[in-house]
């Protein structure tokens, strides 16, 4: 399933970036993400606060310009991490405790991204919108429980892998959704970008808990011409 999603990402880049009079270029940079996340455990009266965890991305981008070249597409394959950051207090099952856990999921992701350029002195500033697709490689969350004051719970401190996959302890491994980018080409082929990406689908199987991307990233793109 993952040889046959990367395969799809890969073919969806090169379809759309096979044109002529279009350059490549490599990007990289940081992310910022917090997951909108929600969930609800029978006997547990907690206090939960998402916080943003950060991570990076690098990958390709293509610059196909149309007609007058201030349209064009700007599709992109990526690496990246995404995740949440989380802390909580409160009771389950009348113990009192603190969790803290952080979620951390990396995946090779497509956009496709229809932009316009705009002339501002000798640059230009850039404004895009499209879909993108990406496939979970790896994932992982650290968890730490830290017992309240006169309980019997145990405290807990580890790392594990989440498995993706359809059963209710498991997460979906495609994602998709929507990416909003800008920025500016200056010189010699350097342009520093931009973007948000709003994730649609819930990505965990397990019904108690609502689990959808949102990712901000910044970063610098160099374009071979």
Known sequence: MKQKSIFFLMT???????????????????????AKTNASYPGAEIQLTSNTL???????IVDIPFGDEKLRMMPEILYNQQGVSQHATGSLLG????????????????IANLAVALPVGDQKFILGVGPYVGAG???????????????SLSAS???????FGSAANQMKRLDYGI?????FML????AIKASYGYGLPELFNDASVSYKNRHFTIGLAYFFH
């Open 137 to 151: 490689l790896t994932a992982k969350r650290w968890y730490k429980l830290t017992p309240g004051p006169n309980s």
């Open 95 to 110: 113990q009192s405790l603190t969790v803290d856990q952080r979620i951390t999921v990396g995946y090779v992701t497509a």
């Open 157 to 163: 401190d580890n790392t594990a892998s989440i498995d």
């Open 12 to 34: 969806c880049f090169f379809a759309v970036s096979g044109q002529a009079q279009w350059s490549w270029g490599v990007e990289g940079g940081a992310v910022f993400s917090k």
């Open 187 to 190: 010189f010699n082929g350097l």
């Open 54 to 60: 950060p991570g990076f991305q690098s990958g390709l």
């Open 179 to 183: 990416n909003v980018m800008g920025g």
